[in-house]
Structures are given as structure tokens and as C-alpha cells.
């Protein structure tokens, strides 16, 4: 009977990596960066950066540590983003809570799809999603509230907490850097929790764990809708940043866009997803003045990344390390 | 002593990161009938598969009619002359016992002929439209012998061919390997049904942990059976 | 006037036709689809590109070599197979002994390059490919007007899945497919070619996807999004036939575009959803999909 750690997972590639202290490190020197980034870079771009690293690490907390790839995860970031967009534009709302409301929508619409979609396992799991988040689209395209093409613009960036002006770039930054903080961390937490070990006993042995009684597809859903609200805080706070809420951020294309950061990073790596988020919004920056058609370039690394670069880069610098230590 | 058909010197052979096989050597002559015991865990559908191909990580010299089997791939060993029947039997559900049949290509000349597979293996005329996994344990045996037959292969691996199967299939399988020995086959056996080997085979050797400790000829078993008993836990 | 629930029969016999039409094509690209995931166990995304690259090819051979519809029929999916076995050969064969959410990926890489370069090239307006004269003009049915082309499509296109599944049940090259899916390394120890199969398989399906692309050039238009648009729902017809079954994919492909086509009649606004919905609805009932076997 081949059990489910019979055959290869996506996330074996760096499974039963524990944070060492080089990952601390790791995650010091970056938490510095972060703080002195604004002097040194332009904020929008850096805020960009943050924004799509904690998408990436909460799509990667479904991929690397559950095996479960999800290929409509825009779904969830551009849900998000359209409430908060929404709801500051149109309601007034402050921006704190149009972020809660956001990434409460996008908790309700992981558990909504993660339902569904958790009935099928590996690739059925990420064509369902795939599908979901195109219903999604379509509906985000004709729903009248959405603005259809153009998207909510002009979102005002308003008061946080009534006094914290927002629209100073330096008070934004610092609150998104925050914002991803707390995320990262509470990723991190999630991993090491009891929580987090009873998800890598079922994706290395799932039969096993449900013959230790462990409900699985609840734990599962769990995980789904976590890494759903990570990705909606994430879509919400961007839609700030941006001051727009689009098509784009629903569609097809960011789906993709998310999967390649963690897969460049370094799937089931924590700083992975951060690595490939800096590294992909670099790329498509630099592409957009470029005369390369960026899907081109985009499509020719995951055609790489598979074939040559499956631990990406997180991943092969662990591996590299670990080889050092012999 | 003429060169035997198939020689195999110093097989290793690693499942994974596990290494199983540790340097056996074997022969078979044309014609003979050996079999390979052994307990559960010594080696012995390891060194099958080895020999086959179907493993393929594996060191050392395997030779057929002195040809080098090591680096050819698994498809050109069966073309020289190699014929597998696995111990899962491998019948495939989407074909009907026909297909199943039909399915591997001929490899040489001398195969059996559709109408003496049937008159061997009458039951399996009357099926030969059923689906192939329809068929109980025993046709399924018998089928997964038939359609090596076919092909022409001169040297036949057999893994097991009565686990799990009735006293009265087991004996009609016994009579279907006599009739091949007959017809002058080359049988290379896996068996644990000792007293069903013992009415085959020409030649025995014994594995232990992927070892070869013994060899001997069918006329010395009497002379080794106490040796036997203890190894094989008779 | 003949009304049904208030729509005028030919008006609502046209939208069935174009439901039909959309079906034809579904139904032929979850064949390739179904018949590369039996075999490979890969979801290949570059399908849709390859139905795109079936388009374009037939539009080159027109436009650059006078070479018309019925040459282009044979040549344009031919052009697409010899993609589909570079591909295979270069590529995916690297990938088969990895989880199959690799494979996955790789053709999506693959089918951003192809989409991305010829959206480079040919921007994302179609360019126009005639209806063949011999199919010009329409039928009158009395009830609805029937043009001669698109009952050529839809005849088609069930010729060539009948084509396929005989190719698949009733041959000996089927067989080895039938039995390579079951035990790949049991058929190649039998001596079958069991690499070059699975290579010949996977251009099989890209060949298909490439003739339902030349189909689909006169119908819809020759641009390098088509199929980009219609991959998804593709996908999401062969998880609700299931993806173990080639007629369950093909069945499901008709009777979904004919779904969608009476929703556009009736509620219109659902129609670029209702698929889902449906994909939704089969899932939470029987998983396995409508025909599934596992």
C-alpha cells in the first residue's frame, strides 16, 4: 500500500529543517535591514517587497510545511485588497479596521474554498484552487462594486489609530514593516507550535496520522485558512500602500507570481519566501523598462527552477552550509 | 562443461540507500531448472529483479550467452532473451486476458504459439475476452506465464510462481514448468514452497542476507536436507 | 413566434449551438489532457498554448506558404506533436521520478514562454483566419440557422474523439498505453519502448491540443491569449469528469459547453461561472469527479 510519504513531496526538498541559529541570523540581519531601508531605497519599493513577502510566506505555509499547493491564492490577496479598498473609499472606515475586515473576508473565504478544495489532494488540490479563484475573478470582473477594469482607485490613505498619518511615506513604511513583522513571527509560531508538528506528520505520513486519530482534513482547513488571512493581510495593507484595488490582484498571473517567489526562494524555508519575494518584484521592475517580455522571463525561471533549482535559493545555501559542516 | 547460459559474478545491488545484495554469484545452463531459496529477506527477488533490470542499482557481471546485461536498458535485456513473471504477477486491468497475452512483443523465434499457450492453458481460451484481473489468482499465475511464453525468450525468471495459490493449482503449475523443461526452457525460480521446488528444479542455491551459501545439485539434497531445515526454517 | 420560457427559438437554438461549439472544443482538449495524465500523471498546462500554437501554425501556413485550411488540418497539429516530443524529450522526461506538482509547474514555466513570446510578437488582438470556402454559408433549419462551418466543427471534433478512444481501447499501440499506465516498468521489461511511449503520448496530446486549435482559427480568433482563456475551464471539466476517464472528460466537455450556453440564455451573467459552480458542486458530492475511478 504506498502511504503518502511513499512518493516524493514538493516539500521534501528541505523538510525537517529546524530555525538554527543561522536562521536567526538570518532573521536579525533582515529585521535590520527592514528598519534602515527607507533611508536607503525608496520606500514604495520596499513596501512592495513586504507586502508580497508575507504573501509568499503565507502561501508557503500551505505548500512547504502542509505539501499542499495552491494555485489561486490571488483569490484571496485581491479579495482582501478590494474590502479595504472598499471600505475606506466608500464606508470611511479607518485603516486598521478596513484591514481587519479585509483579512476577515479572506478568512472566510479560505474556509469557504479550503472546504472544497481540501477533498482532493496534490494536483487536483491545485487545479480546484486554480478554478476557485478564476470563479473569483469573473465575479470580482462584472460585480459592480469592484469598478470592473480600472479597479477602486484613489484609496486615501487615512489616520491609523485616528492619528498616525498614514500618507507620510515614512509612518506607511514603518507600519507595513510592522505588519510583516508580526506576520513573519507569527508563521514562525505557527511552524514550531504543536500545531505546526502535527501538520508535518501528515504531510510526511498522512495514512499514520489518521490512525493516530488526528482529524486530518481539520487540521488541513486550518492551515488553509491561516495561510488564506496571512495572504488577505497582505492584500489589504498593499491596497493602502498602492491606494488601488485590481483586477490584477485577483487574476491568474499573481497566483503565479507567488508561487515562483517561493519556489525561487526556497519552498518550506522561512526566509525563503522573503528572498524570492525581493527578488521577483526586483526582476519585474527592472523588466518593466526593458524591452523583455516579462512572462517570458518569468516562465523560463520556473522552467529552470524545476528542472535545475527545487531547493531554491534558501534552500541550496542550507544545503551548502550543511555540507561545510560535513 | 559447456558455458552456461546465464552468469552472474559479484552482483551487488542497493535498494535506495540499503544495500541488499552483497557480491552473489550464480549460474544457469541451457535447459537447467534452478531455484533460488532462502527466507523471507534474504535476496532472492532482489537478485531476480537485479538480473532483469528492474532494479536498476546494482553492480558486478551479468552475462547472457556471454553478453554484458549491466549497462543496457531495461528494455533491450528483455530483447535478449529474458523473461520476467513477477511475484505481484502484474496483469493489467485495463486489458482483457487476450490483450494481456498479446501484449509483450516477440523477441526471438521459437516462441509458443497462440494455439499451444491455449491447448496449455485452456482456461484461459475460455476467458479471453474477460477483463485480466477478473481472473482468480491461479489463471492469473497461469497467464502471466503464458505471455512471456510468447515472446521467444529462451530464459525465463520466475518470482514465486505459487504464493498464495491451491494445492491443485500449484500442481498444475508444477506440470506446466515440467512441460517447459521439456521443451528444452531455461528457468531461473524463486520459491519458498520447498516441497514444490524440490520436484522442479535441477540445481538449488540458498541465500542468506543477501548472501550465497550454499549451492548443490538436486541428487545431493537428501544429503543436505538437515543444513536445510535450519536455514530455512522448515 | 415560437418562444421558450420567453426566448425566441432560433435565438435560443443559437445560443445551444455556440454552447455546443464551445463544448466540441472543451471536449477535445480534456482528451489531450486525460490522455497526457494517464500516461505522463502530469497536468500539462502548456496545453493551452499548444492549442494556440495549432492556431498559429495554420495562420503561418496560410498567410506565409498559400497553404490552405485542409493541408493545414494535417500540417498544423503535426508542427505542434514535434513541439510537444522536443518538449518531452528535453524536459519533462527530467522531471518523472519528482512529485507530480513539478510537472505542474514546468508546463505552466512553459506555457508562459510560448503565450509571452507570441503576445511579444503579435501583441493581444487575433488576427483573422477565414472560414474555408467549402464550409461558407449556412444551413436553414427552419428553426435556426446552422452555418455550415460550425456543424463541420462539431462533427469533427466527435470524429476525432472517436478516433481517439478506438486508437486507445482497440489497438495494440492502446494496449501498451492501457498496460504503461498500470506498471510502466513490468511493460518495459517485457520489451516495450516504454520511454519513447510516454514520449509519443505526450505528442499525442499536444497534437490534439494543436488540431482543435487549427479548428478553433476560423470560429475564434488567432490570438496568442486563446488559450490562456480557455485552459482553466478545461481544467476544470476534467476535474468534474474525473481525470482517470477519457470518454468521462469528453461527455463532460460537450454537456458543460451546453450548460454554459443555456445559462447564457437564461441568466447570462453567470455563464463565465457557472462551470465552476459546477466544478464546486461535483466536488462536494463525488469528489472522484462524475466518472472517476479512484
Request: some cysteine.
Amino acid at each position: 500500500m504506498a502511504t503518502k510519504a511513499a512518493s516524493p513531496n514538493v516539500a521534501d526538498v528541505t523538510a525537517g529543517h529546524k530555525t538554527s541559529s543561522r536562521t536567526i541570523a538570518l532573521m536579525i540581519i533582515g529585521l535590520a535591514l527592514i528598519l534602515v531601508a527607507p533611508f536607503l531605497i525608496y520606500p514604495v519599493f520596499v513596501m512592495k517587497v513586504l507586502c508580497f513577502a508575507l504573501f509568499a510566506a503565507a502561501f508557503n505555509l500551505l505548500l512547504g510545511y502542509v505539501g499542499l499547493l495552491s494555485f489561486g491564492h490571488a483569490a484571496f490577496f485581491g479579495g482582501a485588497a478590494y474590502i479595504t479598498a472598499h471600505a475606506i473609499k466608500q464606508w470611511g472606515y479607518p485603516p486598521e479596521l478596513a484591514i481587519l475586515l479585509g483579512t476577515g473576508f479572506a478568512a472566510v473565504m479560505g474556509v469557504v474554498f479550503g472546504y472544497v478544495a481540501i477533498k482532493r489532494q496534490g494536483i487536483y488540490f491545485a487545479m480546484i484552487t486554480m478554478a476557485l479563484a478564476q470563479m473569483f475573478y469573473f465575479f470580482c470582473l462584472q460585480a459592480p462594486f469592484t469598478g470592473g477594469e480600472d479597479g477602486i482607485q484613489g484609496v486615501p490613505r487615512g489616520k491609523l489609530f485616528g492619528f498616525i498619518d498614514l500618507s507620510n511615506s515614512l509612518n506607511m513604511y514603518y507600519f507595513v514593516a510592522a505588519v510583516f513583522i508580526i506576520g513573519f513571527l507569527f508563521i514562525w509560531r505557527v511552524v514550531h507550535s504543536p500545531f505546526g508538528s502535527i501538520l508535518k506528520a501528515i504531510r510526511e505520513n498522512e495514512q499514520r496520522a489518521i490512525s493516530l486519530g488526528y482529524r486530518v482534513s481539520r487540521y488541513k482547513l486550518g492551515a488553509f485558512v491561516i495561510s488564506a488571512s496571512l495572504a488577505g493581510l497582505a492584500g489589504s495593507v498593499k491596497a493602502i500602500v498602492f491606494q488601488l484595488a485590481s483586477l490584477t490582484d485577483v487574476g491568474f498571473q499573481m497566483s503565479g507570481e507567488v508561487v515562483l517567489m517561493t519556489l525561487l526562494g526556497g519552498i518550506g524555508t522561512l526566509m525563503g519566501p522573503v528572498v524570492g519575494a525581493v527578488l521577483v518584484v526586483s526582476l519585474e521592475n527592472y523588466l518593466a523598462t526593458s524591452s523583455l517580455p516579462v512572462p517570458v522571463v518569468i516562465g523560463s525561471i520556473f522552467v529552470i527552477c524545476v528542472l535545475l533549482f527545487r531547493r531554491g535559493i534558501v534552500g541550496e545555501f542550507n544545503a551548502w552550509m550543511d555540507r561545510k559542516r560535513g | 562443461m559447456t558455458e552456461p547460459l546465464l552468469q552472474v559474478k559479484g552482483l551487488q545491488a542497493w535498494y535506495g540507500e540499503s544495500h541488499v545484495l552483497h557480491g552473489v554469484d550464480l549460474q544457469v545452463h541451457r535447459g537447467e531448472t534452478v531455484t533460488l531459496l532462502g527466507r523471507n529477506g534474504a535476496g532472492k527477488t532482489t537478485t531476480l529483479k537485479s538480473i532483469m533490470g528492474v532494479l536498476r542499482k546494482r553492480q558486478g557481471e551479468i552475462r547472457l550467452n556471454g553478453k554484458d546485461l549491466m549497462g543496457l536498458p531495461l528494455h533491450h535485456i528483455a530483447y535478449a532473451g529474458l523473461g520476467f513473471v513477477p511475484e505481484e504477477r502484474g496483469i493489467f486491468s485495463g486489458l482483457s486476458v487476450h490483450e494481456n497475452l498479446m501484449l509483450p512483443p516477440k523477441v526471438a523465434d521459437g516462441g509458443f504459439t497462440l494455439d499451444e499457450i491455449y491447448h496449455l492453458f485452456p482456461n484461459l481460451a475460455e476467458r479471453r475476452n474477460s477483463q485480466g484481473t477478473k481472473l482468480s489468482g491461479g489463471e492469473q499465475q497461469m497467464l502471466a506465464i503464458a505471455r512471456i511464453l510468447r515472446t521467444g525468450a529462451n530464459i525465463l525468471l520466475l518470482d514465486e510462481p505459487t504464493e498464495g495459490l491451491a494445492p491443485v493449482i500449484v500442481q498444475r503449475i508444477g506440470d506446466v514448468i515440467r512441460a517447459l523443461k521439456a521443451k528444452g526452457m531455461t528457468i531461473l525460480l524463486v520459491e519458498q514452497n520447498f516441497r514444490f521446488a524440490r520436484k522442479v528444479a535441477d540445481r538449488f542455491y540458498v541465500m542468506e542476507d543477501g548472501h550465497m551459501i550454499d549451492t548443490f545439485r538436486a541428487d545431493e539434497l537428501e544429503g543436505r536436507m538437515d543444513s536445510l531445515n535450519e536455514t530455512l526454517g522448515l | 413566434m415560437v418562444t421558450v420560457f420567453g426566448i425566441s427559438l432560433p435565438a435560443l437554438m443559437g445560443q445551444l449551438l455556440i454552447g455546443l461549439i464551445n463544448g466540441s472544443f472543451y471536449a477535445m482538449l480534456s482528451l489531450g489532457l486525460a490522455v497526457i495524465f494517464g500516461m505522463l500523471r502530469v497536468i500539462n498546462f502548456a496545453h493551452g498554448a499548444q492549442y494556440m500554437l495549432g492556431a498559429f501554425f495554420a495562420w503561418f501556413l496560410l498567410r506565409y506558404a498559400g497553404i490552405g485550411f485542409w493541408p493545414a488540418l494535417v500540417l498544423a497539429p503535426l508542427g505542434v506533436a514535434l513541439v510537444g516530443v522536443v518538449i518531452e524529450k528535453v524536459l519533462l522526461s527530467r522531471i518523472y521520478n519528482l512529485d507530480h506538482l513539478y510537472g505542474l509547474l514546468l508546463t505552466f514555466g512553459l506555457a508562459l514562454v510560448i503565450e509571452g513570446l507570441f503576445r511579444h510578437w503579435y501583441g493581444t488582438s487575433g488576427q483573422p483566419y477565414s472560414i474555408p470556402s467549402t464550409f461558407q454559408g449556412a444551413f436553414n433549419l427552419g428553426f435556426m440557422i446552422l452555418p455550415k462551418y460550425r456543424a463541420f466543427v462539431i462533427v469533427a471534433s466527435v470524429v476525432v474523439c472517436l478516433a481517439t478512444w478506438l486508437l486507445i481501447e482497440k489497438t495494440k499501440f492502446g494496449a501498451y498505453l492501457r498496460a504503461a499506465t498500470e506498471n510502466p516498468t513490468l511493460v518495459q521489461a517485457f520489451g516495450v519502448n516504454v520511454p519513447r511511449l510516454l514520449t509519443l503520448t505526450y505528442a499525442i496530446g499536444a497534437g490534439l491540443a494543436g488540431l482543435a486549435g487549427v479548428l478553433a482559427a476560423p470560429v475564434y480568433q488567432v490570438s496568442p491569449l486563446m488559450g490562456q482563456n480557455i485552459v482553466i475551464i478545461v481544467f476544470a471539466v476534467v476535474v468534474i469528469g474525473g481525470m482517470g476517464s477519457i470518454m468521462g472528460a469528453v461527455v463532460t466537455g460537450y454537456v458543460l459547453g451546453l450548460v454554459e450556453g443555456l445559462t447564457k440564455v437564461f441568466y447570462p451573467e453567470a455563464s463565465s461561472t457557472v462551470i465552476f459552480v459546477i466544478m464546486v458542486l461535483v466536488l462536494l458530492v463525488r469528489p472522484a469527479g462524475l466518472f472517476g475511478k479512484e
